[in-house]
């Protein structure tokens, strides 16, 4: 599956809402869901493999729970606040690609 202009759009917003650069995004949409193909994808809209931290709706993998998201945009947002949160902050702040 092609990367469509919504992911471009949502990279976008990540960007501007959470200060992770687009192509961050972008490249982990690729390579966490292969561009939204992925079976937990399809089945979760959990497009950045985000493990289930205890709260929120979960799919149940064979040996994990993962974030399960009502629409794609929420996968976007929830990756944004991860790496822009204090654990990741450091390794994306100031980022330009």
């Keep these: ?36 193909t992925s079976p937990l994808s399809k089945a979760s809209n959990n497009f950045f493999s985000i493990m289930w931290t205890g709260s929120g709706d979960y799919y149940q993998g064979s040996t994990r729970k993962w974030r399960k998201y009502a629409t794609k945009w929420e996968s976007f947002e929830d990756f944004g606040k991860l790496l822009s949160g204090k654990k990741y902050s450091a390794l994306t702040a100031g980022s330009k690609n």
């Excluded at 990540?14 to 982990?28: D, K, L, N, R």
């Design 1 to 36: 599956m092609a990367i469509t202009q919504t992911d471009i759009d949502y990279a976008l917003k990540v960007q501007s809402e959470y200060g992770v650069h687009a192509s961050v995004t972008i490249a982990a949409y690729q390579v966490e869901s292969g561009a939204g």
